[in-house]
């Protein structure tokens, strides 16, 4: 099949090399020239493991190419994918300005039956605003779809490829054929193909990440309770989790969510539910929730070491989640900017958001080389991002190349009964 997908962020990029891998000849559009002439030459401006090996691929084959040329692409396709940003807006709502110009200039470039896909994550009604806004600019017959995304940063292209679901709301017979058509490679293994409107379509991709959001707040306030009452939320955790009627998925306590998806979905459901004069309060506790776990860590210190001005902390692991150098709401930026206001200095390491890091902090923060690096000289080390080189570090070295050996586990991937055993102070997240 001939595909455009306009817009090559986290979601486009994805999208555009894996259906290439698939056969399609794909055209990626992108109005910003420096990044097409990046991706042109090979270069990929996020971390997703697999997907520069992906791209290089396809575009050695030539089914995957790009442009900044937006009526080339949909001159040259028959589906054309919308995939460009929906940030949110002062309001909490998913702002659809970039959604709406580029349906406007899809309308334009028409020249034939089109199938315009919404790939953005958006709020109900988005497909009825699109095809508003394309029918104003062209007398071709076109259809719109829903099509949301269900990618984890850090596994995308497995999710993709395999993914568990794929979700469609077509209005009419046509649409729906071709996208069965397009995503039957990706589903032989059984994954169902879900038909629906787009009303329905659209609500799916908020309600599921609104759903995982919950279960992390509800598991991280189950963690404070347990550090209040003397319970241990690893046990709690791991009966609950054999329930099988809730299963053990999105059950660890920590420091909070993070990342593009889970705290702006959650805000514009909240959003889209209230302009229908709706009160969505389980999310709201949620979004609460969330905010004051971030800087939980920053209260144990401030409890274990009363002032922190003067401190060292080195802080381990800066991304949202490890896998990705994703750092937006990441839980490593409130922790740190706390700890700098409070007159510590921070000594930072992750394996690949530290270029993300300095852009935010600047010289603020001390960028370690490695790992270990991070530690020297620290009053404390804080686990923020449970990256895999972390779990199994040297403890003897790190103890000698702190000042004072306190941990402050924010993932609960340590033993702390070990660490204790070699003499190291350690706090955790509900755990005795």
């Known amino acids: ?19 290439a891998e698939n056969g399609n000849d794909v055209i990626c559009v ?14 990929i401006p996020i971390y997703e493991p697999g997907l520069e090996e992906l791209v290089r691929r396809n575009r050695m084959e ?7 040329d937006l009526s080339k692409g949909v001159k040259g396709s028959q589906i054309v994918f919308i995939a460009v940003g929906t940030p949110t807006g002062e309001d909490g709502s998913a702002d659809l300005r970039h959604v709406l110009d580029v349906a406007r200039q899809i309308g334009k470039a028409m020249n034939g039956y089109k199938v315009v896909v919404d790939k953005s994550t958006v709020p109900v009604g988005t497909a009825d605003k699109v095809r508003e806004a394309i029918k104003k600019e062209t007398s071709h017959p076109f259809s719109v779809v829903s099509n949301p995304e269900f990618l984890k940063q850090g596994a995308a292209i497995e999710d993709f490829m395999k993914p568990d679901r794929v979700v469609i709301g077509a209005d009419d017979q046509r649409s729906a054929e071709i996208m069965k058509e397009l ?18 379509a659209e609500l799916c991709k908020y309600a599921a990440n609104a759903m995982l959001a919950t279960r992390i707040s509800f598991m991280n306030e189950v963690a404070n309770v347990c550090e209040l009452v003397g319970a241990d939320v690893d046990h709690v955790r791991r009966a609950v989790a054999s329930d099988r009627r809730i299963g053990a998925a999105f059950l660890f306590p ?15 459901m909240m959003k889209f539910a209230s302009a229908k004069r709706y009160d969505f309060e389980i999310l709201q506790a ?16 401030t409890q274990h070491f009363g002032s922190l001005k003067g401190k060292r902390i080195g802080v381990w692991g800066l991304a949202f989640k490890p896998k990705t150098d994703d750092m937006r709401e990441a839980p490593a930026v409130p922790l740190i900017n706390a700890l700098l206001d409070a007159g510590a200095a921070v000594s930072a390491y992750d394996p690949e958001a530290m270029k993300v890091a300095k852009g935010i902090f600047g010289a603020g923060v001390a960028f370690a080389d490695k790992s270990y690096d991070a530690a020297s000289g620290a009053d404390a080390l804080a686990l923020v991002t449970e ?33 204790r055993g070699l003499g190291f102070t350690y706090y955790s997240m509900g755990r005795r």
């Open 30 to 43: 992108d109005k910003d020239a420096a990044k097409v002439r990046a991706l042109q030459r090979g270069r």
């Open 183 to 200: 995503y039957a490679p990706f589903t032989r293994t059984g994954a169902p193909v879900m038909m629906m409107d787009p009303a329905s």
């Open 254 to 268: 920590g420091v909070g969510y993070g990342g593009s998806c889970f705290p702006k979905d959650v805000k514009a």
């Open 1 to 19: 099949m001939k595909i455009a997908v306009i817009g090559t962020g986290y979601v486009g990029l994805v999208a555009g090399a894996c259906l």
């Open 286 to 301: 949620v979004e609460n929730v969330n905010e004051r776990q971030k800087v939980r860590l920053f209260g144990k210190m």
């Open 62 to 68: 030539r089914r995957l190419t790009f442009t900044t």
């Open 387 to 419: 990256w895999n080189e972390f779990r199994e570090p040297d403890w003897m070295k790190i103890k000698k190349a702190m000042r004072t050996p306190v941990i402050f586990d924010g993932r609960n991937i340590f033993n702390g009964e070990q660490l």
